[in-house]
């Protein structure tokens, strides 16, 4: 399993960036990114304390339960990366939204337990419980050594830099960008260029939410965004998942869907572990695969993730993940992925 960084390495360099070294125990010739979608891993806070709820599951069933069905596949990978929904704190007072979602703080662990390394914290959820609130979440991360970024204003402002296998990846965390957000962007990728980043991912909480394709708007973003430096991007938000593109041979995860989420009513279940996979090479990483390992997320009761064996079922994953209707440069992946779900580059 892979090394999880000190909590030592928490804090904070002067310009925002935090640096952590990891060692790995993968194939030391590739480089294995892994992204999932929106991870909750609380309850409404109205709901804290049902029966049903998730945080009764978690007592009864353990840290471990959630993650139980994918956490040797997480671990197995170099970096793990998820968007996490919901605001770890003590506090009570909450904004007046119909679903503040609360974490207890002991549920950092969980995080722990499956093999999540890094996550995004810019989202709608993000201040449900004020900016106090938000930096009780920053807090916990750090007390438990995992890695966190992202932007939401209020000078809150977070890069993060990770150093894995002698590569640097920056990482980005935006919410509901808009146009003029792209000057920032620019300046973001090229402060971590700076610090040496080989990689730059940037996080995207967007698009409408159980809309299974992306709008315009999303496809304009990515360009300039991509256009700017920046190496991958991997989106949430929808809670459903919306078509994998390519721009310029580089990846757009436009949604990776649900992985765990304690509040969700009924959407589309599909979802899945979204793997990158680059070749270590003298002049830096370059992007050798794409593969995504399908799965339904769970409902209410067993919110878990389960790994699809059955081949149809697999197919129809796959399909949802094919881009229809390419737009502004954009390219669907190539045929072969609707069989195994992989992609592999010259």
Same mark, same amino acid.
């Given at each position: 399993?892979? +090394?999880?960084?000190?909590?030592?390495?928490?804090?904070?360099?002067?310009?925002?960036? !935090?640096?952590?070294? %990891?060692?790995?125990?993968?194939?030391?010739?590739?480089?294995? !990114?892994?992204?999932?979608?929106?991870?909750?891993?609380?309850?409404?806070?109205?709901?804290?304390?049902?029966?049903?709820?998730?945080?009764?599951?978690?007592?009864?069933?353990?840290?471990?339960?959630?993650?139980?069905?994918? *956490?040797?596949?997480?671990?197995?990978?170099?970096?793990?990366?998820?968007?996490?929904?919901?605001? +770890?704190?003590?506090?009570?007072?909450? %904004?007046?939204?119909?679903?503040?979602?609360?974490?207890?703080?002991?549920?950092?662990? +969980?995080? !722990?337990?499956?093999?999540?390394?890094?996550?995004?914290?810019?989202?709608?959820?993000?201040?449900?419980?004020?900016?106090?609130?938000?930096?009780?979440?920053?807090?916990?991360?750090?007390?438990?050594?995992?890695?966190?970024?992202?932007?939401?204003?209020?000078?809150?402002?977070?890069?993060?830099?990770?150093?894995?296998?002698?590569?640097?990846?920056? /990482?980005?965390?935006?919410?509901?960008?808009?146009?003029?957000?792209?000057?920032?962007?620019?300046?973001?990728?090229?402060?971590?260029?700076?610090?040496?980043?080989? /990689?730059?991912?940037?996080?995207?909480?967007?698009? %409408?939410?159980?809309?299974?394709?992306?709008? *315009?708007?999303?496809?304009?973003?990515? *360009?300039?965004?991509?256009?700017?430096?920046?190496?991958?991007?991997?989106?949430?938000?929808?809670?459903?998942?919306?078509?994998?593109?390519?721009?310029?041979?580089?990846?757009?995860?436009?949604?990776?869907?649900?992985?765990?989420?304690?509040?969700?009513?009924?959407?589309?279940?599909?979802?899945?572990?979204?793997?990158?996979?680059?070749? /270590?090479?003298?002049?830096?990483?370059?992007?050798?695969?794409?593969?995504?390992?399908?799965?339904?997320?769970?409902?209410?009761?067993?919110?878990?993730?389960?790994?699809?064996?059955?081949?149809?079922?697999?197919?129809?994953?796959?399909?949802?993940?094919?881009?229809?209707?390419?737009?502004?440069?954009?390219?669907? !992946?190539?045929?072969?992925? /609707?069989?195994?779900?992989?992609?592999?580059?010259?």
């Amino acid at each position: 399993m892979k +090394i999880k960084p000190m909590r030592a390495a928490a804090a904070l360099i002067a310009a925002g960036l !935090l640096m952590v070294c %990891r060692p790995s125990l993968a194939s030391q010739d590739s480089l294995t !990114l892994s992204f999932i979608g929106d991870v909750s891993i609380g309850d409404a806070y109205r709901y804290r304390e049902a029966a049903s709820g998730f945080h009764e599951t978690v007592r009864q069933k353990g840290i471990d339960w959630p993650f139980s069905t994918v *956490a040797e596949t997480l671990r197995a990978d170099d970096l793990t990366l998820a968007n996490l929904e919901g605001t +770890i704190t003590p506090r009570k007072r909450h %904004r007046d939204v119909r679903m503040p979602l609360y974490i207890h703080p002991d549920h950092t662990q +969980i995080l !722990l337990s499956g093999g999540v390394d890094a996550v995004n914290t810019a989202n709608n959820h993000a201040l449900d419980f004020y900016e106090e609130g938000y930096r009780d979440t920053l807090g916990a991360l750090d007390e438990a050594g995992i890695v966190h970024f992202g932007s939401i204003g209020r000078g809150i402002d977070r890069q993060a830099v990770v150093s894995v296998k002698g590569v640097k990846i920056g /990482l980005i965390g935006l919410s509901y960008p808009q146009e003029s957000d792209l000057k920032r962007l620019e300046e973001k990728t090229r402060a971590l260029r700076g610090e040496g980043c080989s /990689l730059i991912v940037l996080s995207l909480h967007w698009g %409408r939410e159980t809309h299974m394709q992306p709008d *315009a708007a999303q496809y304009r973003f990515a *360009a300039g965004a991509l256009a700017l430096d920046v190496d991958v991007i991997w989106g949430h938000h929808p809670h459903v998942v919306q078509p994998v593109a390519l721009y310029q041979g580089k990846p757009v995860l436009f949604s990776t869907g649900n992985f765990i989420f304690g509040t969700m009513k009924r959407v589309d279940p599909s979802t899945g572990i979204f793997q990158l996979v680059y070749d /270590l090479e003298e002049d830096g990483p370059k992007l050798s695969a794409l593969r995504v390992m399908p799965c339904l997320t769970g409902e209410k009761g067993d919110w878990r993730p389960v790994p699809l064996e059955e081949e149809a079922a697999r197919r129809e994953v796959f399909a949802k993940l094919q881009l229809r209707r390419p737009e502004m440069g954009f390219e669907p !992946l190539a045929g072969s992925f /609707l069989e195994g779900g992989e992609v592999r580059f010259d």
